[in-house]
């Protein structure tokens, strides 16, 4: 567990703000690996900012450390989704002042999300989406809104704790270090 897998280029932290380092990161990485299995997700809510246990300090990973960041033995899963429940997720997301979220923007204005961008393009209450998240919130963990009835539900088989290593590895045999930013996938206006 003390092993060292990675190293982490600058704190990465969580806080009450919209977006944050550590909700960047732990988005942004879940939803890389998770494409390599499905990659025809468009975007990814795979916690909330109450599943973030703990920041990531500057400097070595430890194995232990990507433990405690994630303790559960929750597997990734994606939603396909009509667009009238994607609304409602993203209601929640505003109301509660911001997620960790990737492959997505949007502003809040008065608890209310705005400006909603899936990969780019306009957010259309009229298409399907395939949202990554987390068989906890996928069965309604955290009170979250909008994955009740999705139309299609698919199991990956990979732990979120697994493919946050296997990010870290990867960066690592890459000659990288970890490192997020914010990058204003959630504003308030």
Same mark, same amino acid.
């Given at each position: ?23 960047? %990161?732990?988005? +942004?990485? @879940? ?24 920041? =990531? ?5 430890? =194995?232990? /450390? &990507? %433990?405690? &960041? &994630? ?18 997720? =993203? ?15 949007? !502003?809040?204005?008065?608890?209310? #999300? ?7 393009? #306009?957010? +259309? ?21 909008? %994955? ?13 704790? +697994?493919?946050?290593?296997?990010? @870290?590895?990867?960066? /690592?045999?890459?000659? !990288?270090? @970890?490192?997020?930013?914010? +990058?204003?996938? @959630?504003?308030?206006?």
């Amino acid at each position: 567990m003390n092993r060292v897998i990675g190293q982490s280029a600058q704190a990465l932290t969580k806080s009450d703000d919209p977006e944050t380092l550590l909700g960047n %990161f732990y988005a +942004d990485a @879940v939803l890389a690996e998770a494409k390599k299995i499905e990659p025809n997700i468009d975007f990814a809510v795979p916690t909330t900012k109450g599943g973030l246990r703990n920041d =990531l300090a500057q400097g070595n990973i430890n =194995l232990s /450390t &990507m %433990f405690e &960041m &994630m303790p559960f033995e929750n597997e990734l899963v994606t939603l396909k989704l009509k667009g009238t429940d994607v609304e409602a997720l =993203l209601n929640f997301i505003a109301v509660t002042n911001g997620q960790p979220v990737s492959a997505i923007r949007l !502003k809040i204005k008065d608890k209310q #999300p705005v400006n909603v961008l899936v990969k780019g393009q #306009p957010f +259309d209450r009229m298409k399907t989406y395939i949202v990554l998240t987390s068989d906890y919130l996928a069965n309604g963990g955290d009170n979250i809104a909008g %994955f009740s009835t999705p139309l299609e539900r698919k199991v990956l088989g990979l732990r979120v704790r +697994d493919a946050l290593i296997n990010y @870290v590895k990867l960066q /690592t045999a890459a000659g !990288k270090t @970890v490192n997020a930013q914010l +990058d204003g996938r @959630v504003t308030k206006l």
